[in-house]
Structure formats: structure tokens, C-alpha cells
């Protein structure tokens, strides 16, 4: 078979691979959706991509964490799942034996863990072999497609939003609307809050608005902590959520809370400085950070999106065949559309 390599300096590759076996407690899923994550950008334009990103061990590790399909093989031992079962993946392997593997959370395991799609072998290829506990039962209700975006950028941002504990009792803002901004704009808004959405993108600031949003605010164009504190009368808002990792982003996230605000970092990478007296201790400030989810949240998103009937369908703007990799990947680059997905 052939999956996407990342090589760095913006380029990508399609390099075949054995197709996978299935060893004692395996399972091999056969790709239907594998999604495109912001994160993916970082070893995509990296110089040392190879070195840093795109190898574990011997080889080139398949890119793409964000794996939807159908259970195809079983390894010696499975007896959870079946073949044919709609599964997503929680793209990470930890010890399976420590208390943070045990409750769903592989990617805090202190003793070691892969991350698949960056250290392990991941869904940009028609299969994908995985341990049977990282399996997560997709709903009927719910496409692929849906299933890859829930598989990392949704769940995503409604772990962040767990975490601040977002309810309409708030005003949420969500600076950056990509495909995790968007998510959070959609389930924050599903949860009660009023949303105001911060992106530079025209594009994307159109789909925050279709998605719900009050407001959106051009970062370029304007101060955003200006321009939030006015549309909520100088109080600045209860909660705010960064899915950037842009220092102003993260800095204007805080800076835009009220007093008693509550604020989640969520974007990888990089850094913020911060004046601590009146940036945070003066105005009661909570700030919290929220990497991904666990098997249970992932769940969970899935059946809030079902019982809700959130239309997550519309984050989903492009679809591409694994041919269109290099297309995709520099379309994705624009910072100016929603979810991309390859499809299979």
C-alpha cells in the first residue's frame, strides 16, 4: 500500500509500505476518512521534518491522526470488537498499565507513547494497525468523515470546552477558526454560550458566522480585545479559548476575559508573555490547557454531535483522494478553509 510521507519545507511524498499485519491484540482498520489537522502544518513546513517529525525507529512514519474506518483484521486475542465494526482511533499508545492509560488518557503515560500519525504509522494510507484499546465505536448516525473530524480537531475543542466549563451562562471567544476554532465556535454555541470568533481569514470568518457565531472579528483590522470588550459593554467575556499557538492570539485571549474569567490555551507550540498583575492576579484570572482528550471524551463528542443533531457535515469543506496529498496539503496551508479529509 501507500501512505503520505511528510518531508518538510512544504513537501510530502507518497511511499509504499507493506500492507499491515495485525499482531496479538491488533486490529487493522481499513481506512474510509482520514482527517487534515492543524497540527499536521508543523512537520509539513518544517526544515528537519524527517528527523524531528516524520521518523520513528528505522523508517518514514505515515502521516495523518485523525483515522476513521472499518475494523478489517483481528489480531490473536480480540474479542471486543468485530470485523466490519465502524470504529474511530484515539491516536495514541501508551503502557496500557499506568493510572492515566487506564482512564483513557495513553497520551500522559509516563512511561512512553506514540503518537500515531508523528512517531507511528497513521490513517493517510488505506490501513492503519492499531492496539483493539484504542478503538472508539463510531454512532450510525455519523459519517466518516464526521468520525475522522471527531477523531482529533472536534474532540478537540470540546475537551477545551469541558474544560472551561462553557454553559449559556457565558460569552465564549474562540480565537482562530480553523478546523478546531470552528468546531468550538459550533459546540460552544450548541452549549448555550454566545460565541465571538477571531480569525484574520475572510473565509473562515464567514464559516464561524454560518456556524453560529455573533461575531467576527478580524485581528488584522482591529484590536480584538478592544473590539470584544465593547460588544460586551466593557466587561470583557467569561470565557475565552486560544486554538492558535500565536503569541498576540494567546496574550489577547487573556486580555479579553472579564474579571473571574476563565481561559483555555489549546493551539500547539510557542510561547506568551504575559504582564501577571494585571493580566491575571488583579482580575481573578483561571487560565487551563487542554491537549486532545480521552477515550471516554471522544465518545462523549460523538454522542453530543447525535443527540444534538449538530450538522458537523458542514465543517467538512474539502475532500480529497490520497493521489491529491500535495494539493491538498498546499490548499490546507492557506489557513482559509475548513476541515479537509481524504476519503477512501
Known amino acids: 500500500m501507500q501512505g503520505v510521507v511528510f518531508l518538510g519545507d512544504r513537501r510530502l511524498e507518497l511511499r509504499d509500505f507493506p500492507d499491515p499485519t495485525p499482531g496479538p ?24 521534518a524527517a528527523a524531528s517529525f516524520g521518523f520513528a525507529g528505522a523508517g518514514p512514519v505515515i502521516a495523518g491522526h485523525e483515522p ?6 483481528l489480531g490473536p486475542g480480540v474479542t471486543e470488537t468485530q470485523v466490519g465494526q465502524r470504529v474511530m482511533n484515539h491516536h ?43 478503538l472508539v465505536s463510531l454512532p ?7 468520525g475522522a473530524a471527531i477523531s482529533c480537531g472536534t474532540g478537540t475543542a470540546y475537551g477545551a470546552l469541558k474544560r472551561l466549563n462553557v454553559s449559556g ?3 465564549l471567544a474562540v480565537f482562530g477558526q480553523g478546523p478546531v476554532g470552528l468546531s468550538a465556535t459550533m459546540l460552544g454555541r450548541e452549549m ?63 486580555r479579553c476575559a472579564g474579571t473571574w474569567g476563565r481561559v483555555c490555551f489549546v493551539g500547539e507550540g510557542g510561547s506568551v508573555t504575559l504582564d501577571v498583575s494585571p493580566d491575571l492576579l ?35 469543506t474539502h475532500r480529497f483522494s490520497l493521489d491529491q496529498a500535495a494539493e491538498a496539503y498546499r490548499l490546507f496551508d492557506t489557513q482559509t478553509t475548513g476541515k479537509g479529509v481524504f476519503v477512501f
Open 25 to 48: 491484540g491488533e486490529v487493522v482498520i481499513a481506512m474510509k476518512a482520514s482527517g487534515m489537522c492543524g497540527s499536521d502544518l508543523h512537520p509539513y513546513r518544517a526544515a528537519n
Open 68 to 73: 476513521c474506518g472499518v475494523v478489517a483484521a
Open 92 to 134: 495514541y499508545r501508551g503502557c496500557g498499565r499506568c493510572r492515566h492509560c487506564r482512564q483513557g488518557w495513553s497520551q500522559l503515560c509516563p512511561n512512553g507513547f506514540v503518537v500515531y500519525g508523528v512517531t507511528g504509522h497513521g490513517g493517510h494510507a488505506p490501513h492503519m494497525k492499531v492496539p483493539a484499546g484504542t
Open 140 to 146: 450510525d448516525e455519523l459519517s466518516f468523515e464526521e
Open 169 to 171: 451562562r457565558d460569552t
Open 192 to 254: 448555550g454560550a454566545r460565541v465571538i470568533a477571531v480569525d484574520p481569514a475572510a473565509e473562515r470568518r464567514q464559516l464561524a458566522r454560518e456556524f453560529g457565531a455573533d461575531a467576527a472579528i478580524d485581528p488584522g483590522a482591529e484590536d480584538p480585545v478592544k473590539a470584544i470588550r465593547e460588544l460586551t459593554r466593557g466587561a470583557g467575556v467569561e470565557t475565552s479559548m486560544d486554538c492558535t499557538g500565536n503569541a498576540e492570539a494567546r496574550a489577547a485571549a487573556v
Open 282 to 316: 488583579r482580575r481573578q484570572i483561571t487560565i487551563v490547557a487542554s491537549w486532545t482528550f480521552s477515550t471516554v471524551g471522544q465518545e462523549e463528542c460523538a454522542r453530543f454531535i447525535v443527540d444534538r443533531k449538530i450538522p458537523l457535515h458542514r465543517l467538512l
